[in-house]
């Protein structure tokens, strides 16, 4: 895993893939390495999208417009600060992981290396993903059925040229957290003062 060339100015680091990968866990957890924030991309969601979601219907580029930009948002007004986040987001398309990188107000558009809002994707089978959502929804009740599994899978597209981080969800979050501090040590504001 490599950086890049930014200077330690804040970075927000989005966990993304579909729904059961662990994004949420492993973001949270980056959060708690790093004492920076943690923005839950679930919290942002209208109660219509919720409700839609939880009858099995996805969502469409419509709702997930206003959804994506209070992410950027909430991403920008931490950078601006010059704080490090850690996200969890699915950001399943160029067109959505776009909105978020809006969040680095210096961002121009396909400038990848040079971007303050980096992407980690978890990825795993269809089998993994289905099993975690059935669990989940037995345990926690949390409001996206396993029936969405493969609408999320078939919007997953990824391009080499954005500099994506591909890491196995079935890693432990532990590894992962740790790998992702490493890849991007000598950029987050929070591992700044660890190096000096």
């Not at 866990?25 to 942002?44: I, K, Q, R, W």
């Not at 997930?64 to 996200?87: F, K």
């Not at 399943?92 to 558009?109: T, V």
């Not at 532990?174 to 003062?193: D, F, G, M, N, P």
Request: proline residues 3%; charged residues 25%; glycine residues 6%.
């Amino acid at each position: 895993m490599a950086g890049s060339d930014l200077p330690h100015t804040a970075l927000a680091i989005v966990i993304m893939g579909v729904s059961g990968c662990g994004k949420s866990t492993v973001a949270a957890m980056l959060a708690a390495a790093l004492g920076c924030s943690f923005v839950e991309a679930d919290d942002y969601h209208s109660q219509a999208n919720k409700a839609k979601m939880s009858k099995g219907i996805p969502l469409t580029d419509t709702d997930r417009a206003p959804w994506l930009e209070s992410l950027r948002d909430a991403i920008r007004e931490r950078l601006d600060r010059g704080e490090d986040t850690a996200v969890s987001c699915s950001a399943l398309q160029l067109k959505y992981r776009e909105i978020l990188r809006e969040g680095d107000s210096n961002y121009k558009a396909g400038c990848y290396g040079t971007c303050r809002v980096k992407f980690v994707c978890l990825e795993a089978s269809a089998e993994v993903i289905a099993d975690r959502v059935r669990k989940r929804a037995n345990e926690a009740g949390h409001f996206m059925p396993a029936s969405l599994v493969q609408s999320q899978l078939d919007l997953l597209k990824t391009d080499e040229n954005e500099g994506i981080t591909v890491v196995d969800a079935t890693l432990r979050p532990e590894t992962i957290v740790k790998a992702t501090i490493a890849q991007y040590k000598e950029e987050l504001a929070s591992t700044a003062s660890l190096m000096a």
